[in-house]
């Protein structure tokens, strides 16, 4: 029985232009039953929504001339073929290479036998025809105008008209051989987009305690509270069992070995090894892992057996969300290729227009020759020649293949662009600026010292007015996912003190967090905020101005409106803030500035090790705001990075707002633009070189196009072009700009 299902996904091979995309939509749409369509150019995959037999979607697809593979699953992508193999196996190409041998039987047998030649030629001609036709039909019956495949059939047919039968043959043949070499190449990097699938294991060891056990039912408990009858085993070791990734569900336990790779996202719970994360980040370098740590799917595990605890269903997986973004890239089109875009449904109908005035006025206003003569072409020849060199393939193609590949070329360096949009933009970027905590900084800090009000205290030292000072912080802040917060909980966890639960928690955005803890009122916040809200002695100001000027952030304490007194907390920077800020300034051109709430001197203090040349300290979310939009209409384009949902203002408010993927809150990533998957922040020149780079290949493919047609047209309608040289043409002007888009596959290009 046939399958219907509410979903599908197919994969369609030989598109070549984004209007082979819009004609297989539209022609999808149009069956029974089908209640959505998308059809993605870059990726070459098919989405069909509703209730609809796999093999009428399919019908529809290869009656246009393309072809249908499953959907991909990881290993389960097409076979990579060289191109002659393709050209053989492939239905559509077959009738080409089959004209193109007609073709050749034509040319050396036309000298002796004109009439088996001619049919030979005729012959050719109408299996280079074939598909084209069909394509071109189905354009006009959708909709969808004069698109390249009509333009071509025009010409091949007024050819044969004027007898030119080898002419005509050829050139459409050629016409169709071109398709089939975009294909390919195309397919090469479609190809390359969806081997990242397979670098994810469709299985995974799943670890599980003994439950149930026979073998030990009946036995005494080892406690002897009675005998065991069933539930976990207490005498067994857990188990494993080998499971699909896409059973698996948040908070399970698989087990990586050594070697392997590893199948989810997820949190190491037990094990040590070093992790290659060459296929998120780029860096081939292995990274050392322990029980705290996160790893990603598709990554590879050194010399050490991992217990991991799943944190991301196998959709949702990083390597998973790459894949999307990259697939998706042309949603969110560049400002250039929306202006090609609007200039090719203009541009098409021009030249096709300029053809007919062509063809007929000289004639009629001049009295010139409409049809060939002895001593040369007419002028309804130089207006079908107009119409082959009028086919806007090389143009429409020039952007998206160039933003394709460059979105992919990132993402192997560890950087996710949600679209062609933003990638433009990044190339444009000319300050960037920072948040502190989390993006410059490890986001890790650590509790260096606690002073009461009553008097001058350590960490280490025993205290107990700093003891409970600390139990009421670490109970407002174990409510907070801030990462200062994080460190007071594990201060108080170390310390041992005593554990209490906070009630009506309220956060204070950019300035701290409240609640209540056995009746009374906490405050635990900046500097600042107690500035303002908090009377505190001039003599205790100056202890906590002193922490902050040795680079230290100042958490005050206060209860029931009084200071209990602050804690000083240390983030040490990113080892490799320094590297990245210098090759921004250096390398790339663009000013750097840091955005942050922490007072002034501890900001100071950072900027000056990692090298930031403008420093703006004691920020609220709406100040950074405030900034952003400063900056923009000051130096122009803004890029901002951050990682915290006090950065979500400022991200949104950016021309291109870029999150840290791994340590970011899940709010931050949702707004940015950008992801920089593994906190990596040399990535980001990088990429932004990249971008620029994008940016010029776009431009020169355009302005190669717009150039290289100009000529061919002029020479045209001077009778100075033929049909052939009008084929070659267009067919090298669109290989060139496809080649040319794909040099940015090469993920050293980001070097």
């Not at 590879?300 to 605890?309: D, H, K, P, Q, T």
């Not at 950016?654 to 906190?679: F, H, K, N, W």
Request: glycine share 10%.
């Amino acid at each position: 029985m046939t399958k219907i299902d509410e979903r599908l996904e197919l994969i369609i091979t030989g598109m070549d232009c984004a209007d082979c995309a819009a004609t297989l939509k539209q022609s999808v749409v149009s069956l029974d039953g089908v209640e959505a369509c998308s059809v993605n150019f870059g990726s070459g995959r098919m989405r069909v929504q509703g209730k609809v037999a796999e093999a009428a979607v399919a019908r529809a697809v290869t009656a246009l001339g393309y072809g249908v593979a499953a959907s991909s699953t990881p290993g389960g992508d097409a076979e990579e073929h060289s191109f002659l193999r393709r050209l053989i196996l492939s239905r559509r190409n077959g009738l080409t290479l089959a004209g193109m041998v007609l073709i050749g039987l034509a040319f050396a047998v036309r000298p002796a036998d004109l009439i088996i030649g001619t049919t030979l030629f005729g012959l050719g001609g109408l299996a280079g025809m074939y598909f084209p036709a069909r394509a071109g039909w189905a354009a006009l019956r959708n909709r969808r105008g004069l698109d390249m495949n009509v333009l071509m059939i025009i010409a091949a047919l007024g050819a044969f008209a004027l007898g030119e039968y080898a002419e005509a043959a050829t050139v459409i043949v050629l016409f169709s051989l071109g398709e089939a070499l975009e294909g390919f190449t195309l397919e090469r990097t479609r190809e390359s987009i969806r081997s990242l699938n397979a670098l994810v294991p469709a299985e995974a060891m799943v670890v599980e305690p003994c439950m149930d056990c026979e073998f030990h039912r009946g036995r005494v408990l080892p406690e002897g509270s009675g005998h065991y009858h069933g539930g976990p085993c207490p005498w067994c070791d857990v188990h494993t069992k080998t499971v699909a990734v896409e059973a698996l569900v948040l908070g399970a336990v698989i087990l990586v070995r050594p070697g392997e790779r590893i199948p989810m996202d997820g949190v190491v719970c037990s094990g040590q090894s070093a992790v290659n994360q060459a296929p998120i980040t780029g860096e081939s370098m292995p990274v050392e892992k322990s029980t705290g740590a996160q790893v990603y799917a598709g990554t590879v595990n050194g010399e050490g057996a991992l217990e991991i605890e799943v944190t991301h269903l196998a959709q949702e997986n990083t390597l998973g969300r790459m894949i999307h973004l990259v697939e998706e890239a042309q949603e969110h089109k560049s400002p250039t290729q929306r202006y090609v875009d609007r200039f090719a449904r203009v541009y098409t109908p021009g030249v096709v227009s300029a053809a007919v005035a062509v063809a007929v006025l000289p004639p009629l206003l001049l009295g010139l020759p409409f049809l060939d003569s002895p001593s040369g072409h007419g002028w309804l020849y130089r207006a079908l020649t107009m119409l082959v060199i009028a086919c806007p393939c090389a143009l429409v193609i020039a952007t998206p293949v160039t933003v394709i590949s460059a979105i992919y070329a990132a993402s192997r360096r560890g950087v996710l662009i949600k679209g062609g949009a933003f990638l433009e933009i990044l190339g444009q970027v000319s300050v960037v600026a920072f948040d502190k905590t989390g993006t410059l900084t490890h986001a890790r800090p650590r509790l260096v010292s606690m002073e009461c009000a009553s008097g001058d205290c350590t960490a280490s030292a025993g205290c107990a007015d700093c003891d409970e000072m600390l139990t009421l912080a670490a109970a407002v802040d174990s409510r907070s996912g801030h990462p200062l917060a994080r460190a007071v909980v594990q201060a108080a966890e170390q310390r041992g003190v005593r554990k209490f639960r906070a009630t009506e928690v309220r956060t204070l955005p950019g300035r701290g967090v409240q609640g209540k803890v056995n009746g009374s009122m906490v405050l635990v916040g900046s500097h600042a905020l107690f500035h303002d809200d908090v009377f505190h002695m001039p003599e205790f100001c100056e202890r906590a101005e002193a922490a902050e000027r040795r680079g230290q952030t100042v958490i005050m304490v206060g209860k029931n409106g009084a200071v209990l007194g602050f804690l000083a907390v240390s983030d040490p920077p990113r080892e490799n803030s320094r590297e990245a800020l210098a090759a921004l300034s250096e390398g790339n051109h663009v000013r750097t500035v840091m955005l942050t709430g922490d007072n002034a001197a501890v900001a100071a203090a950072v900027a000056e090790y990692v090298g930031v040349q403008q420093v703006q300290a004691g920020m609220l979310p709406q100040d950074k705001l405030a900034a952003v939009r400063a900056l923009a209409a000051e130096h122009g384009v803004v890029a901002m990075v951050g990682d915290g949902v006090n950065d979500t203002p400022a991200l949104a408010a950016a021309d291109v707002g870029i999150a840290m993927g791994g340590a970011g809150a899940a709010q931050a990533l949702e707004t940015a633009d950008v992801a920089l998957v593994g906190d990596d922040l040399v990535a980001l020149p990088l990429v932004m070189r990249l971008g620029r780079q994008a940016l010029r290949i776009m431009r020169f493919n355009i302005w190669f196009s717009l150039l290289l047609k100009g000529i061919f047209l002029v020479a045209a309608v001077m009778g100075a072009a033929s049909l052939w040289i009008a084929v070659f043409a267009d067919m090298g002007a669109s290989l060139f700009v496809t080649l040319n888009g794909m040099r940015l596959l090469r993920t050293n290009s980001l070097r």
